[in-house]
């Protein structure tokens, strides 16, 4: 629960050789970024991973989130290019990339069937909302996180991909900072009057990021106001 971004990235068909240039191309835009940290790119191809030392995490989750579930067999990705962004402190991380899956599959019982799917896509989210914690650096630092995500977004766009974002702050569309900086005070506040009346509910500590916060008990007591 937090305000979040959530993306999706496509080209359409197009040799991997295409693919792997534009991710390269994103990644290296990305660098250029106020970004706290942009991983390496990871490839998967032939059923593994390529090209790094161990399988992080993060890839291997993305991968099965990508997976397309049918009513008796998943499709897995075929090929993916893609990389980590941290975009700073209370951010969540995001992924960039590409995929594709195969064109048919080979179920057990030996038959083979379409997927339906071509082209190449990617589609994650980011929550950026926690990155507000005065204690990270507040508001300053939420703009930066949230800034610098949508920057990249802006750029997986300048490289050709088409791109669908949904920012919950609105930024993406209106690109007004005072409206920002309204939205990430109100979405503090509401969150903060929720899990207090959760805390209330259950009777004692209810360990989320607002409740971190040191302004935790005005936030709280903010958010009661405008829902009561």
């Given amino acids: 629960m937090g305000l979040t ?3 999706r990235l496509r080209y ?6 295409t693919a792997r240039a534009l991710v390269e191309e994103l990644r290296r835009r990305a660098v250029k970024l106020p970004l706290h940290r942009v991983g390496p790119i990871m490839v998967y191809a032939c059923g593994g991973l390529h090209g790094s030392d161990g399988q992080p995490e993060w890839f291997r989750a993305i991968l099965d989130l990508l997976s397309l579930e049918r009513s008796d067999y998943i499709v897995s990705p075929e090929r993916a290019y893609a990389f980590e962004v941290h975009p700073g402190r209370g951010a969540e991380t995001a992924s960039f990339g590409l995929l594709r899956y195969p064109r048919t599959i080979k179920l057990p019982s030996g038959r083979r069937v379409a997927t339906r799917k071509s082209g190449w896509l990617w589609r994650d989210f980011c929550k ?3 990155a507000s914690n005065p204690r990270y650096g507040g508001l300053e630092n939420f703009r930066r996180c949230h800034l610098a995500l949508i920057a990249l977004l802006d750029e ?6 088409r791109t669908e974002v949904t920012d919950e702050s609105g930024f993406a569309t209106r690109r007004d900072l005072e409206n920002l900086d ?7 506040e509401l969150i903060a009057g929720f899990v207090g009346r959760l805390k209330d509910a259950l009777g004692g500590e209810c360990d989320a990021p607002i409740a971190r916060f040191p302004n935790f008990e005005h936030l709280e007591a903010r958010g009661r106001k405008r829902t009561s």
């Fill in 5 to 7: 971004v959530h993306y």
């Fill in 12 to 17: 359409g068909e197009a040799p991997a050789r």
């Fill in 128 to 130: 950026t909302q926690y």
């Fill in 156 to 161: 997986a766009a300048d490289v050709g991909l």
């Fill in 182 to 188: 309204q939205e990430i005070a109100q979405w503090n």
